[in-house]
């Protein structure tokens, strides 16, 4: 996955969620390897240790353990919490 294709696919989620919070884009989830090769790219920050790492105030988890993927607030549970609106592209 690219930057864009990550962008492309946080703004479709939020576009097809409508008032359905539970459908918003909720964790991003990155395998170490696409992160270090393309999504490194991406402006994550971290603002405060219990925010985490986010893109978009998206909150980003990488590991060797995890697919990329982007996960719904409702399949991410507590682990993409505390959520936050959607900020638009840089």
């Known amino acids: 996955m690219t930057p ?6 946080l703004d479709a989620m939020a576009a097809a ?3 359905d919070h539970g459908k918003l884009p909720g ?5 170490s390897s696409h992160w270090i090769s393309t999504l490194g790219a991406i402006r994550a920050t971290c603002s ?5 790492l986010r893109h978009r105030d998206i ?3 990488v590991s060797s353990a995890f697919e990329t ?3 719904t607030r409702a ?3 507590e682990r993409g919490a505390p959520y936050r ?3 638009p592209r840089a």
């Open 4 to 9: 864009n294709e990550l962008n492309d696919t």
């Open 17 to 19: 969620a409508g008032d």
């Open 69 to 71: 993927k982007v996960l």
């Open 75 to 77: 399949e991410a549970g």
């Open 59 to 61: 909150q980003v988890h």
């Open 48 to 52: 405060a240790l219990h925010d985490g």
């Open 85 to 87: 609106d959607l900020m």
């Open 27 to 31: 964790l991003i989830t990155v395998e």
